[in-house]
């Protein structure tokens, strides 16, 4: 077992920027009744104050299952070394400004009439708590103590993981 450091305020952010920054898709969940119905979704942002941004079409079924409940959860993976959950409530605007912000070039293939599509929504996820795992030193330094724990039969685990909290 790694070590466990619960991690909040800025700190907490901290470690949400660099994991979804680093990850960047996710399983984007809503609830229908008492189930999660999860879809994969780009991260277009994490600003300052740990909230996550995406585009969406504003006819989706997320964006619906969203007015119906506005709870998430947000999965993000990566490899078997880096993983991060988040459970927040979302909010849909169609802020033009916000929109640009955000914008790529490669959203155009979901609105192609580009930044100024009227289908596009902008959702904003306001973390209230998650969880994270990670490694201390890195992917090759990992690798190398799985390996040395595989021969020798000893634990070396070289991971980390915590609360997230606001």
């Not at 979901?110 to 973390?127: L, M, N, Q, R, Y």
Request: contains cysteine.
């Amino acid at each position: 077992m790694g070590d466990v450091k619960d991690l909040s305020s800025s700190e907490a952010i901290s470690k949400i920027q660099e994991l979804v920054n680093e990850i960047q898709t996710c399983m984007f969940c809503t609830y229908k009744g008492d189930k999660l119905e999860a879809r994969p979704m780009s991260t277009q942002k994490v600003d300052d104050e740990g909230n996550i941004w995406f585009l969406s079409d504003k006819n989706s079924s997320k964006n619906k299952a969203i007015h119906a409940n506005s709870e998430v959860e947000l999965l993000y993976a990566q490899g078997t070394d880096k993983f991060v959950s988040l459970h927040g409530n979302a909010t849909i605007s169609q802020d033009k400004e916000k929109i640009k912000e955000l914008w790529e070039p490669i959203a155009k293939i979901w609105f192609t009439e580009g930044v100024d599509d009227p289908a596009i929504s902008v959702i904003k996820v306001a973390f209230d708590e998650g969880y994270y795992w990670d490694t201390k030193h890195g992917k090759m330094v990992e690798m190398a103590k799985m390996a040395a724990a595989l021969i020798t039969g000893t634990t070396m685990d070289d991971g980390i993981e915590g609360a997230l909290s606001k």
